[in-house]
T-cell receptor, first 121, second 113 residues
Framework: EVQLVESGGDLVQPGGSLRLSCAAS????????MNWVRQAPGRGLEWVSY????????YYADSVKGRFTISRDNARNSLYLQVNSLRAEDTAVYYC??????????????WGRGTLITVSS | DVVMSQSPLSLPVTLGQPASISCRSS???????????LNWFQQRPGQSPRRLIY???NRDSGVPDRFSGSGSGTDFTLNISRVEAEDVGVYYC??????????FGGGTKLEIK
C-alpha cells in the first residue's frame, strides 16, 4: 500500500523557516518523481514544487521561487521542502504527492495526509 | 499558465440522482503525445485529495463505476450516475499538459439536498 506521511509543519512567525519531510513507503520511491501541493485553509489546491526521481529536474511555482527548496534522499525514501522567508500567505496544509510513472506530462496520483504551516506573529 | 474553470461552485444533489461537474481549460489540453492530461480528484471533508479519473476518462482502481469522466480539448465533465452519501466533498479538476505549473480548478462542493 502506498503511504506518504508528511511532518514538520508548525506555527512560525513571518520571515521564519521550516523543513517539511515526507516519508514514503509501499512503492520504489527512487523510481518516482514527486510534487508538493498546498491548500490554504478553506481554499483550493496550489502546486508548489516538483522533483524528478534523480533530483536532476526541479521546478517551483513563481509564488515560492527563491524561498522554497525541494530535495529528496532516495536512500531514506524521503522527500523534503525547505521553506524560508515565510509569509502569511504561505499558511496552508502542505501535501506530498506522487507522480505516476511513465507519465509524459505533469501528473499526480497518491497524496499524503498533509502537514500544516501557520505563519502568524 | 493554463486557467482551469469549474462549475458549478456548489452542487446540491438528492441521493440516488445524477450529478455533473464541468471543467474548462483556457487552452487545449491535448499533449504532443496525443494524450490529454486532465485528472479529477475528490476531497472528502477532513481528508486529503484522492484521484478518481486520469487522462479524461480512466477510472482509478477502487473508484466506483458510477463515476465517469468525458470531454476533449478544453471542455471536460465528471459525471456521477447516482449520488451516494459518501460522495459528499469537493471535486477538483487538474491539468498536467502545460506544466509547470500543474493547475487546478477552483473546486465544486457536492452536498446532499
Amino acid at each position: 500500500e502506498v503511504q506518504l506521511v508528511e511532518s514538520g509543519g508548525d506555527l512560525v512567525q513571518p520571515g521564519g523557516s521550516l523543513r517539511l519531510s515526507c516519508a514514503a513507503s509501499g512503492f520504489p520511491f527512487s523510481s518516482y518523481s514527486m510534487n508538493w501541493v498546498r491548500q490554504a485553509p478553506g481554499r483550493g489546491l496550489e502546486w508548489v514544487s516538483y522533483i524528478s526521481s534523480s533530483s536532476r529536474t526541479i521546478y517551483y511555482a513563481d509564488s515560492v521561487k527563491g524561498r522554497f527548496t525541494i530535495s529528496r534522499d532516495n536512500a531514506r525514501n524521503s522527500l523534503y521542502l525547505q521553506v524560508n522567508s515565510l509569509r502569511a500567505e504561505d499558511t496552508a496544509v502542505y501535501y506530498c504527492v506522487r507522480v505516476p510513472r511513465f507519465s509524459a506530462a505533469g501528473a499526480a496520483d497518491y497524496w499524503g495526509r498533509g502537514t500544516l504551516i501557520t505563519v502568524s506573529s | 499558465d493554463v486557467v482551469m474553470s469549474q462549475s458549478p461552485l456548489s452542487l446540491p444533489v438528492t441521493l440516488g440522482q445524477p450529478a455533473s461537474i464541468s471543467c474548462r481549460s483556457s487552452q487545449s489540453l491535448v499533449y504532443t503525445d496525443g494524450n490529454t492530461y486532465l485528472n479529477w480528484f475528490q476531497q472528502r471533508p477532513g481528508q486529503s485529495p484522492r484521484r478518481l479519473i486520469y487522462r479524461v476518462s480512466n477510472r482509478d482502481s477502487g473508484v466506483p463505476d458510477r463515476f465517469s469522466g468525458s470531454g476533449s480539448g478544453t471542455d471536460f465533465t465528471l459525471n456521477i450516475s447516482r449520488v451516494e452519501a459518501e460522495d459528499v466533498g469537493v471535486y477538483y479538476c487538474m491539468q498536467g499538459t502545460h506544466w509547470p505549473p500543474l493547475t487546478f480548478g477552483g473546486g465544486t462542493k457536492l452536498e446532499i439536498k
